[in-house]
């Protein structure tokens, strides 16, 4: 998986200017998207993601700045492309835009608005600095609060305790998003924590699947 982060704002931003409509970026998107697609299909071909990086982040901050977007394998298509707000309600008025004028999907292109389950997350292998992290070594403890129809985690993985403060929180949150999708994460976890030691009683990511989307009937 390759996300890209749009450059950072300085600490004291000018006055935002007035958003475009959502439906008229998702547009203007999509043509530049079109435009983009021989560069981008060549990079991800060439394994080369870098070199359509720029490009792709000044698309998608023209949609809206606060987006995050990533190029991955397709769970159906060969490619997809995710654009998410991360589940923030504000922004969920121009990903519905975006999503409602983007082409169908295809045996090349997938899209989405968040971020989906990928099949076996016991299965992926991600780069964080010098370290390769198998989600395999993921382990979870689980508090289900039935009543209120949520669960707490603690998510512990044995390199942890090697990373820096940036790579802990990915560690922490992308196995998360990889084993249920972004949109049953945010609705179903409540509080998530990282575990430097292993808790007792852990379960690994399918298991925690299983349990969440069991919540769901």
Partial sequence: ?????????????APAPERPDPAEAAA?????WHELLPEVAAALGEGEPHRVENALCELVAALHPDLHFSLDRGQVA?????????????????TDAWKAAAPPDGTLWEYHDSVPPVPDPTG???????????????????????????????????VLAELDEPARA?????????ALGERLAGRRLRRVETAATEPVDCVDLLELRRLVRAMTG
């Fill in 170 to 178: 990915a560690l922490t949150f992308l196995p998360l998003d990889a």
């Fill in 124 to 158: 992926v292998v991600v780069n964080l600095g010098p370290h390769r992290v198998a989600l395999a070594d993921v382990r979870v403890h689980v508090q289900v609060d039935e009543a209120a129809g949520v669960v707490d985690v603690a998510v512990h993985h044995p």
């Fill in 1 to 13: 998986m390759t996300w890209f982060r749009l450059p950072q704002r300085s600490a004291k931003p």
């Fill in 78 to 94: 060969i490619y997809s492309l995710v654009v998410s707000g991360q589940e923030d309600p504000a922004l969920r008025p121009v």
């Fill in 28 to 32: 203007r998107f999509w043509d530049g």
